[in-house]
């Protein structure tokens, strides 16, 4: 059976939590509803629908491992010549802050609490939880590693109820080859992007990751169309007899030969 293992690189981590239904607390209110009240009822329980049961139990869940509030920020990429200096840049254009992301640089503004997630490294030094990502985006560091099989790939998406509020999930897939590098480049991180203040919560759920086999991504499809009926020598015959008399029709044809005029 596939093994997937999450190792914390960080004491502040909090490892993602398989996820669970509590059946007998969902019961247990269907019940004191059934014996403690006239009218009130569960007739439908989500927990004893094992459809739904196995979405909210997929994978893992990821949680917050601290608490803050998120803010939605512009940004904008920028190349600066090695002639320049790139946070004079940035000021020139209206930038709050210069991030380097690749060769290129990203200009941001409102981004203050980007640094409220700031920690200490093994080294003594500080690293930033969040980076700008681009489009409005952060990256996420969560200060855990995974390991999954070779040739699987790890999905990040939003928890089946949804994320917090004001915060959005985009939906990615990372191979094993880049998620197993992570562990010697700082751990695991996921995108986020606030699209309004969002406050979050140490140990809310964030994000979900669900670990794909790889024929989820090769399996190809096919469409077989409904064939057309062939017709029948019954269908001819019913083209050609016409359609039924009327009852009404009949009916009046009826009162017309035996009415009171017919015996005159």
């Known amino acids: 059976m596939p093994e997937v293992t999450f190792q914390a690189l960080q004491p502040w981590a909090l490892l993602p939590a398989k996820a669970r239904v509590d059946r007998a607390e969902s019961r247990a209110e269907r019940d004191t509803y059934r014996d403690s009240f006239r009218y009130l009822r569960v007739p439908r329980l989500p927990a004893d629908c094992p459809p739904w049961v196995l979405g909210q139990e ?16 512009d940004d904008i990429g920028l190349a600066v010549p090695d002639s320049e200096d790139p946070h004079q840049v940035g000021r020139r254009l209206g930038g709050q802050g210069m991030w380097r992301r690749g060769k290129d640089w ?3 503004g409102n981004t203050a609490w980007l640094h409220l997630g700031d920690y200490r490294t093994q080294g003594d ?18 200060g855990w590693a995974a390991t999954i099989p070779t040739g699987t790939f790890l999905m990040v998406m939003a928890p089946p109820d949804g994320p917090p509020a004001g915060l959005t999930v985009p ?16 751990g695991m991180s996921i995108a986020v ?33 409904t064939e057309p009926r ?12 016409g359609p039924p008399a009327s009852t009404d029709s009949a009916a009046a044809n009826q009162a017309t030969a035996f009415g009171p005029e017919a015996h005159r």
């Open 58 to 73: 997929l994978g893992w869940s990821v949680r917050s491992p601290l608490t803050l509030t998120m803010k939605p920020f």
């Open 106 to 108: 990203i200009a941001t």
């Open 125 to 142: 030094n500080w690293e930033g939880m969040f980076l700008p990502n681009g489009l409005g985006t952060v990256e996420w560091r969560l």
């Open 171 to 186: 939906l990615g897939v990372i191979p094993a080859k880049a998620v197993n590098a992570m562990t010697d480049r700082g």
């Open 193 to 225: 992007q606030p699209h309004q203040d969002a406050t979050i919560h140490r140990g809310q759920e964030v994000a979900r990751i669900v670990l794909l086999h790889p024929d989820s991504l090769r399996t190809t499809t096919r469409q077989t169309p």
């Open 230 to 241: 062939t017709a029948t020598p019954d269908d001819t015959e019913r083209e050609g007899a």
